[in-house]
């Protein structure tokens, strides 16, 4: 069965939201739905982490009907794959290894983005606008203050306490386990986002250029997977 938000099928034409050159995130997890049974949850993400659809399938259901998973996986094609670490989504590809092709199976494998790595993203900026605010301090003789944060990044040893404030509670806990990332994805989009509003009100600061949507590495990545098309 599908559940939750279902976008049209050219978000190009009706964007929710917008990153030239990027299409989005793709949450998989495999767990009970509602019933007890095993499933398999797909979210469906857009650049900064809204969703645009979801679906809960379970694993007996694509057993019998292959092709609605096909169909969905193509929907997701050109997206990274976003998890708490790289194991988990490998192992649920691995699952439907015999549903979806080897070649849409191998990209997806190629895409994968994990929470941490892009917190430390997030982090290593701040560091280079910090540092950039202490090299303008030494040049300048008019007092200047240190670059100060509305959120600070999560250090990996307090990842699962900043995950837990969103954790979802759903009679389906595949869907909860999506939306919870879902979640992480969103909120490390908006430490992003604070993160470049600081920096850009500090008029030295402006010549690293216009603020960004997403740090350049995640960009960059997202714009990779746009750029692949392969039949599911």
């Given at each position: 069965?599908?559940?939750?938000?279902?976008?049209?099928?050219?978000?190009?034409?009706?964007?929710?939201?917008?990153?030239?050159?990027?299409?989005?995130?793709?949450?998989?997890?495999?767990?009970?739905?509602?019933?007890?049974?095993?499933a398999l949850?797909?979210?469906?993400?857009?650049?900064?982490?809204?969703?645009?659809?979801?679906?809960?399938?379970a694993i007996?259901?694509?057993?019998?009907?292959?092709?609605q998973?096909?169909?969905?996986?193509?929907?997701?094609?050109?997206?990274?794959?976003?998890?708490w670490?790289?194991?988990?989504?490998?192992?649920v590809?691995?699952?439907?290894a015999?549903?979806?092709?080897?070649e849409?199976?191998?990209?997806?494998?190629?895409?994968?983005?994990?929470?941490?790595?892009?917190?430390?993203e997030v982090?290593?900026?701040?560091?280079?606008?910090?540092?950039?605010v202490?090299?303008?301090?030494?040049?300048v003789?008019?007092?200047t203050?240190?670059?100060?944060?509305?959120?600070?990044?999560?250090?990996?040893e307090?990842l699962?306490?900043w995950?837990?404030?969103?954790?979802?509670?759903?009679?389906?806990?595949?869907?909860?386990?999506?939306?919870?990332?879902t979640?992480?994805?969103?909120?490390?989009?908006?430490?992003w986002?604070?993160?470049?509003?600081?920096?850009?009100?500090?008029?030295?600061?402006?010549?690293?250029g216009?603020?960004?949507p997403?740090?350049?590495?995640?960009?960059s990545?997202?714009?990779?997977a746009a750029?692949?098309?392969?039949?599911?």
């Amino acid at each position: 069965m599908s559940i939750g938000l279902e976008a049209p099928e050219n978000e190009l034409s009706t964007p929710v939201e917008y990153v030239h050159g990027a299409r989005g995130h793709t949450v998989l997890a495999v767990g009970s739905d509602s019933a007890g049974s095993e499933a398999l949850a797909v979210w469906r993400l857009g650049p900064t982490g809204l969703a645009g659809g979801a679906w809960v399938l379970a694993i007996d259901e694509i057993e019998r009907d292959p092709e609605q998973l096909r169909r969905i996986m193509w929907n997701v094609q050109d997206r990274c794959l976003v998890d708490w670490n790289r194991q988990t989504p490998v192992s649920v590809l691995a699952r439907i290894a015999d549903v979806v092709s080897a070649e849409l199976l191998s990209r997806l494998a190629d895409t994968i983005l994990t929470i941490p790595e892009l917190l430390e993203e997030v982090r290593t900026h701040r560091s280079i606008y910090s540092a950039a605010v202490e090299q303008h301090r030494a040049r300048v003789k008019s007092k200047t203050t240190p670059l100060t944060w509305p959120t600070s990044v999560p250090e990996q040893e307090r990842l699962d306490a900043w995950a837990i404030k969103e954790r979802f509670a759903s009679a389906s806990p595949v869907a909860a386990a999506a939306l919870t990332l879902t979640a992480a994805v969103a909120r490390t989009v908006q430490l992003w986002q604070d993160t470049e509003q600081a920096r850009y009100r500090r008029t030295y600061l402006r010549s690293i250029g216009e603020p960004q949507p997403l740090p350049p590495l995640w960009l960059s990545q997202l714009r990779k997977a746009a750029l692949s098309n392969f039949p599911a």
